[in-house]
Protein backbone atom coordinates (compact mmCIF):
# COMPACT_ATOMS: atom_id res chain seq x y z
CA UNK A 1 0.00 0.00 0.00
CA UNK A 2 2.82 2.50 0.67
CA UNK A 3 6.19 2.81 -1.17
CA UNK A 4 9.45 3.94 -1.75
CA UNK A 5 10.36 3.88 -5.10
CA UNK A 6 14.07 5.00 -6.06
CA UNK A 7 15.96 5.63 -9.37
CA UNK A 8 18.50 7.16 -10.70
CA UNK A 9 21.97 5.31 -9.87
CA UNK A 10 24.20 4.22 -12.17
CA UNK A 11 27.88 3.99 -13.09
CA UNK A 12 29.94 7.09 -13.57
CA UNK A 13 33.60 8.19 -14.23
CA UNK A 14 35.53 9.48 -10.83
CA UNK A 15 34.06 13.48 -10.75
CA UNK A 16 31.03 13.06 -12.38
CA UNK A 17 27.63 13.60 -11.90
CA UNK A 18 24.08 11.46 -10.59
CA UNK A 19 20.48 12.60 -9.69
CA UNK A 20 18.73 9.97 -7.44
CA UNK A 21 15.13 10.23 -6.92
CA UNK A 22 13.06 8.93 -4.34
CA UNK A 23 8.98 8.60 -4.97
CA UNK A 24 6.55 8.08 -2.18
CA UNK A 25 3.23 6.78 -2.79
CA UNK A 26 0.31 5.32 -1.83
CA UNK A 27 -2.15 5.83 1.34
CA UNK A 28 0.15 9.01 2.65
CA UNK A 29 -1.28 11.77 4.61
CA UNK A 30 1.48 13.27 5.36
CA UNK A 31 5.79 13.02 4.88
CA UNK A 32 7.95 14.09 7.64
CA UNK A 33 12.04 14.38 7.50
CA UNK A 34 13.07 12.67 4.05
CA UNK A 35 16.54 11.32 3.91
CA UNK A 36 19.30 9.02 1.88
CA UNK A 37 21.70 6.85 3.11
CA UNK A 38 23.70 4.78 1.81
CA UNK A 39 25.69 1.43 2.79
CA UNK A 40 29.12 0.54 0.74
CA UNK A 41 30.69 -3.09 0.63
CA UNK A 42 31.28 -4.34 4.48
CA UNK A 43 30.24 -0.96 6.04
CA UNK A 44 27.12 -0.15 8.42
CA UNK A 45 24.57 2.00 6.49
CA UNK A 46 25.32 5.26 6.81
CA UNK A 47 23.15 8.79 7.06
CA UNK A 48 24.12 10.61 4.15
CA UNK A 49 21.90 13.70 3.86
CA UNK A 50 18.22 14.76 5.45
CA UNK A 51 15.83 17.20 4.96
CA UNK A 52 12.46 18.44 6.75
CA UNK A 53 10.12 19.12 6.27
CA UNK A 54 10.31 22.77 5.93
CA UNK A 55 13.39 22.02 3.25
CA UNK A 56 16.24 22.40 5.77
CA UNK A 57 18.74 20.11 4.93
CA UNK A 58 21.77 18.35 6.98
CA UNK A 59 24.70 16.28 5.18
CA UNK A 60 27.25 14.18 6.65
CA UNK A 61 31.05 15.77 6.20
CA UNK A 62 32.18 13.73 3.35
CA UNK A 63 29.84 15.02 1.33
CA UNK A 64 29.47 18.79 2.11
CA UNK A 65 29.85 20.99 -1.37
CA UNK A 66 29.18 17.96 -3.70
CA UNK A 67 25.16 16.86 -2.96
CA UNK A 68 23.06 19.11 -2.55
CA UNK A 69 19.64 16.93 -1.26
CA UNK A 70 15.98 18.84 -2.23
CA UNK A 71 11.89 17.63 -1.88
CA UNK A 72 9.23 18.42 -4.07
CA UNK A 73 6.05 17.90 -1.17
CA UNK A 74 3.45 18.42 -3.94
CA UNK A 75 4.68 15.30 -5.77
CA UNK A 76 5.84 13.46 -2.61
CA UNK A 77 9.36 13.41 -4.03
CA UNK A 78 12.92 13.75 -2.74
CA UNK A 79 16.11 13.68 -4.62
CA UNK A 80 19.91 13.55 -4.12
CA UNK A 81 22.28 15.82 -6.77
CA UNK A 82 25.50 14.32 -6.46
CA UNK A 83 28.56 16.56 -8.23
CA UNK A 84 31.84 15.54 -7.99
CA UNK A 85 31.59 11.92 -6.95
CA UNK A 86 34.82 10.05 -5.63
CA UNK A 87 35.46 5.94 -5.76
CA UNK A 88 34.67 6.28 -1.43
CA UNK A 89 31.33 7.57 -2.71
CA UNK A 90 30.34 3.89 -4.32
CA UNK A 91 27.72 2.39 -2.46
CA UNK A 92 23.87 1.05 -2.58
CA UNK A 93 21.06 4.05 -1.95
CA UNK A 94 18.65 4.36 0.09
CA UNK A 95 15.57 6.75 0.52
CA UNK A 96 13.92 7.03 4.04
CA UNK A 97 10.97 8.69 4.77
CA UNK A 98 8.76 9.13 8.30
CA UNK A 99 5.27 8.96 6.65
CA UNK A 100 2.19 9.39 8.52
CA UNK A 101 -0.78 7.46 6.51
CA UNK A 102 -4.28 8.40 6.19
CA UNK A 103 -4.93 5.21 8.74
CA UNK A 104 -3.18 6.98 11.15
CA UNK A 105 -0.02 5.46 11.57
CA UNK A 106 3.11 6.75 11.63
CA UNK A 107 6.44 4.74 11.11
CA UNK A 108 9.85 5.13 8.60
CA UNK A 109 10.07 3.85 4.88
CA UNK A 110 12.78 2.68 3.02
CA UNK A 111 13.40 2.43 -0.99
CA UNK A 112 14.88 -0.94 -2.52
CA UNK A 113 18.47 0.91 -2.32
CA UNK A 114 19.99 1.59 -6.23
CA UNK A 115 23.63 1.48 -6.75
CA UNK A 116 25.96 3.95 -7.41
CA UNK A 117 29.49 3.19 -8.59
CA UNK A 118 32.14 5.63 -8.96
CA UNK A 119 34.97 4.46 -11.27
CA UNK A 120 38.63 5.83 -10.74
Known amino acids: QVQLVESGGGLVQYGGSLRLFCAAS????????MGWYRQASGNERELVASITQRGVADYVDSVKGRFTISRDNAKNMVSLQMNSLKPEDTAVYYC??????????????WGQGTQVTVSS
Open 96 to 109: NARLWLTTGTKRDY
Open 26 to 33: GIIFSIGD
